[in-house]
């Protein structure tokens, strides 16, 4: 026997029955080699244990059904190579007709007044049992009848029967996988051996074997996922970072501050400063809900750095955020710290990118043009970006191998702690988890198109009292242009109707940088009573006078994107509203309102989204740049993720660089392999 890893990598068409023109037809289904086809798993199983009674049988379902063959077969033709075949049995419930189609030529030899199985779907014709054949077998030989069978994947040109013997040969190729788990594992974690795992996977002997199976091949894949992220971890650990000695500075910055922090953000706070006194480098997230106050972590980590005399970066994923956070730290900071802008439209450019390598600056903000432009800093310490969930994996190891050994990331959908462990396994975390006192619950309303005119009216009265208010337009289609109309027509109604005698303007992604800044200046200072945007706004934009917010077409967005729209008001001690419109009557979309309505907590909401998206939609691989899962479901499979992460812990702890584990080594290369940076493993 060779070398099953050989086995394992060889073309597919190693296998009997695979020629040329088979292997491309299982290409698209991504079958390429033996391990594939292994790996290619039923997406569904028909039952055909039981054998019923043709009086019993359930219509419109498929099943087994055993009798004696009364009559010759009957042979109707239809069309040139295809006949109507009839059978008529009996068994002591009753008659019925089997019937199937196939090539005049195919006969098949039917011994009369003998005992059938037959297995197919059981239709109603003329107020009488029939069956649409599938499979006939004597019912002295029916071993291979009667039992779960694999449905597979499949492709035109590819047929059940084909994928089915194409795995049993497969299966029957590998005398035993090799585990990754060593016997002790498997009995400590209750795992049954790899090979019975994957045999059961397309074979089961009844549906809890198949779902211990299952269960099993989640373990690994979770466990394999974990591993990877945790030794990127332990890598991005051992680069050496220079130290911020003197933390003092932190009570100077507090004292600037125009509130009292949380105990939420303090905590955050000190986890950070441990790290930035730490010689090994940092890579941190920051997680809190809307309003929790993220910026004022970043912006403490980010004074405490600059007194000690290094620069740090900001990065936001708009250039109205990265305005906005320019304004705050200027804000906070007064003229102790020099703050640069620089975005896309920043004018004067080469003079600032002087400025910066020289060291004129303390802290640089901008879009992520900060980092990848051949911006150079003098002695750059810390980078901060905001709003992660726009910055992937590979984001990140791009900011370490720019030399950034400091990252601190804040995440603006807040998940919960053992989903962020996946997602960000190479990261630590802190979770703010207070919201700063006197916030009030932004109440929120789903109304259908009827009540507009009332809903306006109700924002109406908000401006009246001086304060402001948001309306949000969905994009059409995502198209640049439409957007751009279905904001326009919105705001063209409103302000020359409802609201003629209110200050309003509109915002929209396509106007010039200098427009935008204009606006949400004027949005800040109050000179804007309503702003009519599209999503925009939708990330970090912080204005706390702002306590209305009508969202139009409500149903054309998701539901964490409806929370971090709504996060945009109930940011100051004012009480806070959001009125939905959404005239849908499809049935996730009234849940996802309902749950808007029903709780302010971004935790309890992102945890929904996931239940209702999927977890493929809710991250996405393009985002976070992980490979994808076969098996696993992040969302029902918590508690075996859960297992999977204390077993990952204890192997990190005992073999860091998996020197024991070889095969697990080997696995965790070949995933990386296939991302973007496969040097993040050195
Ligand atoms: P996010 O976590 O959503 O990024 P921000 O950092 O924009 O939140 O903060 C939201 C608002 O809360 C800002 O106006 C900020 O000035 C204010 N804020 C932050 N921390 C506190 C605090 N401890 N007490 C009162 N207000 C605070
Ligand atoms: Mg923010």
Not at 271 to 294: F, P, T, W, Y
């Amino acid at each position: 026997m060779e070398n099953y890893i050989e086995t394992l990598n060889k073309s597919i068409q190693y296998i009997k029955g695979v020629g040329e023109k088979r292997a491309k037809l299982l290409e698209k289904l991504s079958i390429f080699n033996v391990w594939d086809m292994l790996y290619c798993f039923p997406r569904n199983f028909e039952d055909r244990r039981n054998i019923y009674k043709i009086n019993d049988a359930p219509i419109g379902t498929k099943c087994c059904v055993e009798g004696v063959v009364l009559r010759k077969l009957n042979e109707k033709r239809i069309k040139k190579n295809i006949s109507l075949f009839a059978l008529n049995i009996e068994d002591e419930s009753g008659m019925m007709f089997v019937k199937w189609f196939s090539n005049p030529n195919y006969k098949i030899d039917i011994e009369y007044g003998t005992h059938y199985t037959f297995y197919g779907k059981i239709i109603e014709a003329y107020g009488r049992r029939e069956m649409e054949l599938e499979v006939m077998e004597k019912s002295s030989d029916i071993k291979n009848l009667l039992k779960i069978v694999p449905v597979y994947p499949l492709t035109r040109g590819l047929t059940q029967n084909v994928m089915r013997s194409l795995a049993s040969e497969c299966i029957n190729k590998i005398t035993t996988l090799k585990d990754i788990f060593s016997n002790e594992i498997l009995k400590e974690y209750n795992l049954m051996p790899l090979d019975t795992a994957v045999k059961t996977m397309h074979n089961p002997k009844n549906f809890e074997i198949l779902e211990k199976a299952r269960q099993r091949l989640v373990f690994e894949e979770l466990f394999v996922l974990q591993m990877s992220l945790l030794s990127m971890k332990e890598n991005t650990k051992k680069a050496n970072t220079k130290v911020i000695s003197d933390t003092s500075y932190l009570d100077e910055f507090i004292k600037k501050l125009p509130f009292t922090l949380t105990d939420g953000q303090k905590s955050a706070i000190d986890e950070i400063m441990l790290d930035l006194k730490d010689e090994k480098a940092m890579n941190r997230l920051v997680q809190g809900d809307v309003g929790s106050g993220k910026t004022a972590v970043a912006a403490a980590a980010m004074y405490v750095a600059a007194k000690n005399k290094y620069q740090c970066a900001f990065m936001a994923p708009t250039e109205i955020l990265a305005t906005q956070h320019y304004n705050t730290l200027k804000n906070f900071y007064g003229d102790d710290i020099k703050v640069a802008l620089l975005t896309g439209s920043t004018k004067g450019k080469k003079k600032l990118y002087e400025e910066i390598e020289n060291g004129l600056y303390d802290i640089v903000v901008g879009t992520h043009a900060v980092i990848e432009d051949g911006v150079k800093f003098k002695n750059l310490i810390l980078a901060v970006t905001d709003e992660q969930h726009r910055f992937g994996v590979n984001q990140r190891a791009r900011l370490n191998q720019k030399g950034i050994t400091n990252v601190l990331v804040m995440s603006a959908t807040p998940i919960p702690r053992t989903l962020a462990l996946i997602l960000y396994g190479d990261l630590d975390i802190s979770i703010i988890a207070s919201l700063p006192k006197g916030r009030q619950k932004t109440d929120t309303f789903c109304v259908d198109s009827s009540y507009k005119t009332r809903a306006y009216n109700f924002v109406k009265k908000q401006l009246d009292e001086k304060r402001q208010g948001y309306v949000v337009c969905p994009l059409v289609e995502e198209s640049e242009t439409l957007d751009v109309s279905s904001g326009e027509e919105i705001y063209k109604t409103l302000s020359t109707g409802i609201f003629k005698d209110y200050k309003t303007a509109l915002l929209h992604g396509k106007m010039k940088p200098k427009e935008k800044d204009e606006i949400m200046k004027n949005f800040k200072e109050g000179n804007i009573d309503l702003l009519v945007s599209t999503t925009v706004i939708e990330v970090g934009v912080d204005v706390p006078n702002a306590n209305i917010m009508v969202i139009e077409n409500a149903e054309r967005f998701g539901l964490s994107q409806l929370h971090q729209l709504r996060g945009r008001v109930g940011r100051g001690s004012e009480k806070a509203y959001c009125i939905l419109i959404c005239d849908s009557d499809n049935e996730t979309t009234k849940e996802r309102m309902n749950i808007m309505t029903k709780t302010n907590d971004g935790f309890v909401i992102s945890k929904k989204d996931l239940e209702l998206r999927g977890c493929g939609q809710f991250f996405g691989t393009r985002q976070h740049g992980l490979p994808e899962l076969k098996v696993a479901n992040l969302f029902t499979d918590l508690e075996i993720l859960k297992k999977a992460q204390s077993l990952c812990q204890k192997v990190i702890k005992e073999d860091p660089d998996l020197s024991k584990n070889k095969m697990l080594k080997e696995r965790i290369k070949s995933i990386f392999q296939k991302l973007e940076n496969p040097d993040i493993l050195n």
